[in-house]
């Protein structure tokens, strides 16, 4: 799933309004990005706790620094930025991370709120996958998550994660790679959705 790209007219015509001390500015940035940095949170921390936390906390960097945000170039990829530093230093300190994967399931099982054996059958993927990517290093996990979840391409990642572009192909390769063989080796999976990651 690709996103769309990010428009900065908005976002240019809010910050200086925030800079003066406009709180309804800064409620409109907030509400325009907090479901893609909750999103980024949550599948990096697994806990919607802390995610609801480095939501918070994005929010409060982005206030604390919006004097020196350049208007001339999108947000979303600073605010990611934040995010991802934030949901890593949590993870690093409760040694877990586990990914949310649901569109992804969705797309092979159909509606959540469809048939009991469609409900079963989604969870139990969700399960797999969960454990498939869990397995990966974290490098891999985090380019997976913005990349097939955000649908940030290569530079804004490279950004995001502030290492080459060339850093985020060789993470992304692997991280699909070693996914591919996971998935494609458990029997209960349709050989389909292992090739989700190509």
């Given at each position: 799933m690709?996103?769309?790209?990010?428009s900065t007219?908005?976002?240019?015509?809010?910050i200086?309004?925030?800079r003066q001390?406009?709180?309804?500015?800064?409620?409109?940035?907030?509400?325009k990005y907090?479901?893609?940095v909750?999103r980024t949170?949550l599948a990096?921390?697994?806990?919607?706790?802390?995610?609801?936390?480095?939501l918070?906390?994005?929010?409060v960097?982005?206030?604390?620094?919006i004097d020196?945000?350049d208007?001339?170039?999108?947000?979303?990829?600073?605010l990611h930025?934040?995010?991802?530093n934030?949901?890593?230093?949590w993870?690093?300190?409760?040694?877990?991370?586990?990914?949310l994967?649901?569109e992804?399931?969705d797309?092979?099982v159909?509606?959540r709120?469809?048939?009991p054996e469609?409900?079963l059958?989604?969870?139990?993927?969700q399960r797999i996958?969960q454990e498939?990517?869990?397995?990966?290093?974290?490098?891999?996990?985090?380019?997976?998550v913005?990349?097939?979840?955000?649908?940030?391409?290569?530079e804004?990642i490279a950004?995001?994660?502030?290492?080459?572009?060339?850093?985020?192909?060789?993470?992304?390769?692997?991280?699909?790679?070693?996914?591919?063989?996971?998935l494609?080796a458990d029997k209960?999976l349709?050989?389909?959705?292992?090739?989700e990651?190509?």
């Amino acid at each position: 799933m690709r996103r769309a790209a990010v428009s900065t007219g908005e976002d240019s015509e809010l910050i200086p309004r925030i800079r003066q001390g406009d709180l309804a500015a800064f409620e409109a940035l907030y509400d325009k990005y907090k479901g893609q940095v909750y999103r980024t949170a949550l599948a990096i921390a697994r806990d919607q706790s802390a995610a609801e936390d480095i939501l918070q906390e994005c929010f409060v960097r982005v206030y604390a620094h919006i004097d020196k945000i350049d208007v001339s170039r999108p947000l979303s990829p600073w605010l990611h930025r934040i995010a991802v530093n934030l949901s890593y230093n949590w993870v690093t300190k409760r040694k877990r991370w586990v990914p949310l994967l649901g569109e992804v399931i969705d797309q092979f099982v159909g509606d959540r709120h469809s048939s009991p054996e469609h409900i079963l059958e989604r969870e139990e993927l969700q399960r797999i996958i969960q454990e498939a990517v869990h397995s990966l290093s974290f490098a891999q996990r985090v380019v997976i998550v913005l990349f097939h979840l955000n649908g940030f391409n290569l530079e804004e990642i490279a950004y995001v994660l502030d290492c080459p572009v060339g850093t985020v192909k060789s993470r992304l390769y692997y991280g699909r790679q070693n996914l591919r063989r996971k998935l494609g080796a458990d029997k209960r999976l349709s050989a389909g959705l292992a090739y989700e990651f190509p």
